[in-house]
């Protein structure tokens, strides 16, 4: 089938399966590679990317659902310069091997621009909840202290905005 | 390879018509379950795509009962302030299914027809005594959620059928309820043991209960022999009468997740605390 959907803010139009997985038509036929595949079972997060404005595993959408609708990947998140996320991110060292950093990357920006983390709190209730908005992204390498420093750390600077 | 047929209803009754029309095609919504390992399944016929359907996305808050539409994802019933107050234990299943990404997509109505035996919202079914609503074009009718279940993974659902919503009731004031998931982990991971109860009391006299389990037989349970086992005493000599009888009544699976051992400790430790004093 022919679709139409919005991606990083461009309108795009693809030509698959319905029952394509909207990770594959990502990466494969529009070429965003930044998206990355894990588990391939909704487990480790890797995949993330917004739909609809919602933080979602692109493994576990058929593509078919998601004619007129849009889709924010990691690689739409940079407007001109790059997410308080992304920068929080280098700052305290909150990535290493890279393959979780996308999906982490984008459901951040999701958890600090919807204003899901009291960010005036910096203490540990708002540590908490950032590991359980973030329980979803699985990292095998950080121990996730500076993921979740990065995280504070950008909702601060979105706060103060 | 043909591709698979796409259709997605925006109405109810152009949704029953093409279930009718394509018995064979698969119903989707979220596709937390549906699209696991997508690639490494069998393609489907047709997808019958029930996402965001608006006449089962509804939250419907009468004085002795919420409706909650079958479309309806975790993440509206967590956010939900009526669902919040009132069906507590729904609300505290939700928050631990899966995690952001999945409560995102998954559906109430997802977790109904799936009926896995480790489904987390299950149990709270069984204990708040939901009804199911489903329809065809043949008509609508309710089904009690404690008939819903007829084995491994089956349910009452009809082929022509689909889901529109539950009815949950109200519990009252003076009614306990209670959920509670053991695993390894909160988010993501399945659960070894899961429990679920409302618990009607006068002063700290149990009048009534409702007790249900799940990732223990091959569909989540009510478990009668509690039940009756506390019909009259007080909290705390009840939590006592709850554990000697769900070591009596249940035989819990053994599988890659627990063993049948640890399942039925944990299941006595849960349903005991459930009827402890405060």
């Known amino acids: 089938m022919r679709l139409a959907v919005e991606v990083n803010g461009a309108p795009r139009t693809v030509e698959c399966s319905p029952w394509s997985r909207l990770l594959d038509v990502l990466r494969d036929e529009l070429r965003l590679t930044g998206t990355k595949e894990g588990c391939g079972e909704g487990e480790c997060g890797a995949c993330t990317v917004l739909l609809d404005g919602e933080a979602v595993n692109s493994c576990l959408v058929a593509i078919g659902q998601c004619d007129g609708r849009s889709v924010v990947t990691v690689e739409g998140l940079a407007r001109g310069e790059l997410h308080a996320v992304q920068r929080a991110l280098v700052a305290c060292g909150g990535a290493q091997c890279g393959i979780c950093t996308p999906g982490i990357a984008v459901c951040a920006a999701h958890i600090v621009d919807s204003g899901l983390v009291d960010a005036a709190d910096g203490g540990r209730a708002a540590r908490d909840r950032v590991r359980e908005l973030l329980a979803g992204n699985l990292c095998r390498c950080t121990g996730y202290q500076l993921i979740v420093d990065a995280v504070i750390a950008a909702a601060r600077e979105v706060a103060a905005r | ?278």
Request: aromatic fraction near 4%; glycine fraction near 8%.
């Open chain 2, 1 to 278: 390879m043909t591709e698979p047929g796409y259709l997605r209803p925006r109405e109810l009754d152009e949704a029953l018509a093409a279930r009718a029309a394509h018995p064979d095609w698969m119903v989707l919504a979220g596709g937390t379950d549906l699209m696991v390992n997508a690639n490494h399944r069998p393609v489907p016929a047709g997808i019958l795509d029930l996402w965001r359907l608006p006449a089962t996305c509804f939250v419907r808050v009468a004085d002795d009962a919420i409706a909650i539409g079958a479309g309806t994802t975790w993440h509206d019933v967590l956010r939900h302030p009526a669902i919040r107050d009132r069906l507590a234990p729904l609300a505290a299943a939700a928050r631990e299914i899966g995690a952001l990404q999945i409560q995102a997509r998954a559906t109430l109505g997802g977790n109904v027809a799936t009926s896995s035996p480790v489904g987390d919202s299950l149990p709270v079914l069984l204990a708040l005594d939901a009804e199911l609503e489903v329809a065809s074009v043949r008509g609508h009718r309710r089904v009690p959620y404690h008939a819903w279940c007829t084995g491994y993974r089956t349910t009452q659902l009809a082929g022509d059928e689909l889901i529109v919503c539950a009815h949950v009731p109200v519990p009252g004031p003076a009614t306990r309820t209670a959920w509670r998931k053991v695993g390894t982990r909160r988010a993501q991971s399945i659960s070894k043991v899961m429990g679920a109860a409302a618990i009607a009391l006068d002063g700290d006299v149990v009048v009534s209960a409702r007790v249900a389990l799940g990732a223990i037989a091959d569909r989540p349970i009510r478990v009668a022999a509690v039940e009756a086992a506390v019909r009259g005493q007080r909290l705390g000599d009840a939590a006592e009468a709850a554990r000697a009888a769900v070591r009596a009544a249940i035989q819990p699976i053994d599988d890659v997740r627990s063993t049948a051992a640890y399942r039925r400790d944990v299941a006595e430790n849960l349903v005991a605390r459930f009827f402890s004093v405060a």
